[in-house]
């Protein structure tokens, strides 16, 4: 957009000491895999409560390693939900894994539980019992971990949880609060610090566990397989065919290492990370409010959140309201004139997400039998996300409000 004053739907927040980390880094002799990689994954470690942090290029890369180190391969289904970045099904794919999907609750766009242990219980009768489920949070908001934990257990699945857009949101089990992301629930996590995300470090991500084995798996793979720690190799130094020098791959790894310069970013970026959760809320809380207003709330209305203090707040998504008997296409016609109304007045939506199975790649070969989703059907020709991301002013989300108001008074009709 060409408009200054056009308000996208995410923007990263970079300050002067940001960049002034990532120019020290420049200065010093390690521009990759520094001292600042240990620190930052020290950092989103404690940040978590996950014993341990291993930080890699993307979200997509952690999503491939945590699949690779939770055993996921060839001839093995993964579930995971339609409505979520691409990404969280193709890196199952990597592994050669077919991919189910099962439905979501179209209130909050997360993961239908029922759904998820009907599909699990079919998958398992026909043979194929699910290696892995992927629960993602939506939007920031965690589903409901002990409920996936169940069923993950009783089909002896791993658990491996998509925290792209949860970093800082909080859950309880049984009285006690847990961490998205602290592995309380799952064998793994992943993060993303896409510029769109709570903290980037441009393109980066990061794989949780607290098992020390399958964090070491993570990071071997991060490097091409290669080992170099003398205590690790299978064939002795001491051979004088080896020396010093000497390392081995021991499996087929990747380049997925995040560079120094990335994690002096992101540690920066970490720091202010409660800064950031609290300005998502608070933005949250303003859009609630206007859209609890008559007018706003017979037409529009926000995700069904229980928790708005647990809630991390990625995504502020609102739903056209569907009339009794509504078809579906009327629906997602209002929708669309809704984000055709808003781009005019310079205000960028976005849809989170086109289902996955919806896309042309996923009705082929990488799909395990599953669906229908009219959960995901109903979720996705509703839903539009607004502008939503720390550095936005409430002058500028009052101007989101008012424009939405006039654009639904537009395109919505009464
Ligand atoms: C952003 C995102 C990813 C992928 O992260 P990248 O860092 O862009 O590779 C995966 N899953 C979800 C839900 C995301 O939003």
Avoid at 206 to 219: H, I, S
Wanted: charged content about 25%.
């Amino acid at each position: 957009m060409t408009d200054a004053r056009a308000i996208p739907y995410g923007r990263q927040w970079i300050d002067e000491d940001d960049i002034a980390a990532v120019v020290r880094c420049l200065r010093d002799p390690n521009l990759t895999q520094g001292p600042r990689i240990a620190e930052f994954e020290a950092g989103l470690a404690a940040a978590t409560g996950a014993r341990f942090a291993t930080v890699v290029s993307s979200g997509t890369a952690a999503l491939h390693l945590a699949a690779l180190a939770a055993t996921v391969g060839p001839g093995d289904v993964v579930i995971t939900s339609p409505i979520s970045f691409a990404a969280t099904a193709n890196a199952m794919a990597y592994c050669g894994a077919r991919v189910a999907f099962c439905d979501v609750d179209p209130r909050t766009g997360l993961m239908d539980i029922g759904s998820l242990a009907e599909l699990a219980a079919k998958l398992a009768r026909s043979g194929h019992p699910p290696k892995a489920i992927v629960p993602v949070d939506f939007a920031g908001q965690a589903v409901d971990r002990a409920r996936v934990r169940e069923i993950a257990e009783r089909f002896g699945a791993r658990v491996i949880e998509d925290c792209a857009h949860s970093l800082g949101a909080r859950y309880t089990v049984d009285g006690v609060e847990h961490a998205a992301a602290s592995c309380s629930h799952a064998e793994f996590a992943i993060l993303s610090f896409h510029p769109v995300k709570h903290i980037t470090t441009g393109e980066g991500g990061a794989v949780l566990t607290n098992d020390p084995a399958r964090a070491q798996t993570a990071r071997d793979l991060r490097s091409h397989g290669i080992i170099r720690d003398p205590t690790r190799l299978e064939r002795p130094q001491s051979d004088p065919m080896r020396g010093g020098w000497y390392q081995e791959q021991q499996a087929l790894g990747y380049n997925y290492r995040l560079t120094d310069m990335q994690c002096a970013l992101g540690s920066s970026q970490l720091r202010k990370l409660p800064r950031f959760l609290e300005r998502r809320r608070a933005l949250s809380a303003r859009y609630d409010l206007a859209l609890s207003e008559g007018g706003m709330r017979e037409r529009i209305e926000p995700l069904s959140c229980e928790h708005p203090d647990r809630h991390a707040r990625h995504l502020y998504v609102v739903q056209v309201r569907r009339q009794r008997d509504e078809p579906l296409a009327s629906v997602a016609q209002r929708r669309r004139s809704l984000y055709e109304a808003l781009a005019a007045r310079g205000i960028q939506t976005q849809v989170h997400y086109v289902p996955i199975p919806e896309h042309p790649f996923w009705r082929g070969a990488s799909r395990a039998p599953s669906g229908p989703w009219p959960g995901a059907e109903a979720f996705y020709a509703a839903s539009l996300s607004l502008p939503l991301f720390p550095a936005m002013s409430d002058d500028d989300a009052d101007r989101v409000m008012a424009a939405l108001r006039t654009s639904m008074e537009d395109s919505c009709g009464a």
